[in-house]
T-cell receptor, first 110, second 111 residues
Framework: KNEVEQSPQNLTAQEGEFITINCSYS?????LHWLQQHPGGGIVSLFM???GKKKHGRLIATINIQEKHSSLHITASHPRDSAVYIC????????????FGKGTRLHILP | DAGITQSPRHKVTETGTPVTLRCHQT?????MYWYRQDPGHGLRLIHY???????DKGEVSDGYSVSRSKTEDFLLTLESATSSQTSVYFC??????????FGSGTRLTVV
């Protein structure tokens, strides 16, 4: 079993819909990251969380440390939000290394 | 991305040849990482560095070596390239307690 699991793997939605991407992990962590990768490659760091909730524009990230779960929400989704969203955790159990989920491919239809 | 550059962006090489990828940062960050990204696997750590001349192996280090003789440069070398090393390679930098900044990636094809 992967130490970081994301769901869904693929998501297609209509423009304007509220989007939720989930991340569950099985290791102790010092921080959790959400990353965005557009087609063609570049990876951008969206959030780093160790507790609670963070908001940036239409993006909201939450984390529940007790349940080892995080969610990334996108409000009023737009076609330009189409990308792969990657959850990554900084593990305290493995020399502080980062463990990545396999990503969620989001496609927003106009 | 600002503060971190990878070179080359694309490379095609023949099986058995050595290849070196370069990651250069201007942020003076201590930590630097090399990852490879393959369909179905996500990002996997090859090697990382926590300072000049301080490096360690990641989960997929076989066939790769690294060097960091200056804070700003982290080199990844494929000693003898194989087709299984065809991949997209990303360099990343971080400052402890903060987030990560990724390079734009190097698409390597071994034929």
């Amino acid at each position: 079993k992967n130490e970081v699991e994301q769901s869904p793997q693929n998501l297609t939605a209509q423009e304007g819909e509220f989007i939720t991407i989930n991340c569950s992990y099985s290791v102790g962590i010092s921080a959790l990251h959400w990353l965005q990768q557009h087609p063609g490659g570049g990876i951008v760091s969206l959030f780093m969380l160790s507790s609670g909730k963070k908001k940036h524009g239409r993006l909201i990230a939450t984390i529940n440390i007790q349940e080892k779960h995080s969610s990334l929400h996108i409000t009023a989704s737009h076609p330009r939000d189409s990308a792969v969203y990657i959850c990554a955790v900084r593990s305290v159990n493995r020399d502080d290394k980062i463990i990545f989920g396999k990503g969620t491919r989001l496609h927003i239809l106009p | 991305d600002a503060g971190i550059t990878q070179s080359p962006r694309h490379k095609v090489t023949e099986t058995g040849t050595p290849v070196t990828l370069r990651c250069h940062q201007t942020e003076n960050h201590r930590y630097m990482y090399w990852y490879r990204q393959d369909p179905g696997h996500g990002l996997r750590l090859i090697h990382y560095s926590y300072g000049v001349k301080d490096t360690d192996k990641g989960e997929v280090s076989d066939g790769y070596s690294v060097s960091r003789s200056k804070t700003e440069d982290f080199l990844l070398t494929l000693e003898s390239a194989t087709s299984s090393q065809t991949s997209v390679y990303f360099c990343a930098i971080s400052k402890q307690g903060y987030g990560y900044t990724f390079g734009s990636g190097t698409r390597l094809t071994v034929v």
